[in-house]
Nanobody, 119 residues
Framework: QVQLVESGGGLVQAGGSLRLSCVAS????????AHWYRQAPGKQRELVAGIFTGDRINYADSVNGRFTISRDKAKNTVYLQMSSLKPEDTAVYYC?????????????WGQGTQVTVSS
């Protein structure tokens, strides 16, 4: 099993910045892909940024140029640097990974961290 714990959310004014962190823990695993999703009230969960196989990175159009995803493999940590935040970025942000574990590959979600952007 892999446990994901997000942190770094909070309340920020429009135009401000936040950095989210997602720490993966467990035994005998390696992370293959790492994504950040978000879900606003009444809306579907959407992919915000992702590190895919081969370290290819993609961003949703709505955050491209404002958000940066990065990864520290030694610390099993994925970051989401968010800048020029807008009220529409308000959501619960979730970390998601696909990891290789003893029995094969499996997907894991974190518990989420709230980001609120005030106008």
């Amino acid at each position: 099993q892999v446990q994901l714990v997000e942190s770094g959310g909070g309340l920020v004014q429009a135009g401000g910045s936040l950095r989210l962190s997602c720490v993966a823990s467990g035994s005998g695993f390696s992370i293959n892909v790492a994504h950040w999703y978000r879900q606003a009230p009444g809306k579907q969960r959407e992919l915000v940024a992702g590190i895919f196989t081969g370290d290819r990175i993609n961003y949703a159009d709505s955050v491209n140029g404002r958000f940066t995803i990065s990864r520290d493999k030694a610390k099993n940590t994925v970051y989401l640097q968010m800048s020029s935040l807008k009220p529409e970025d308000t959501a619960v942000y979730y970390c998601y990974t696909i990891a290789t574990i003893q029995r094969g590959q499996a997907a894991f979600w974190g518990q989420g961290t709230q980001v609120t952007v005030s106008s």
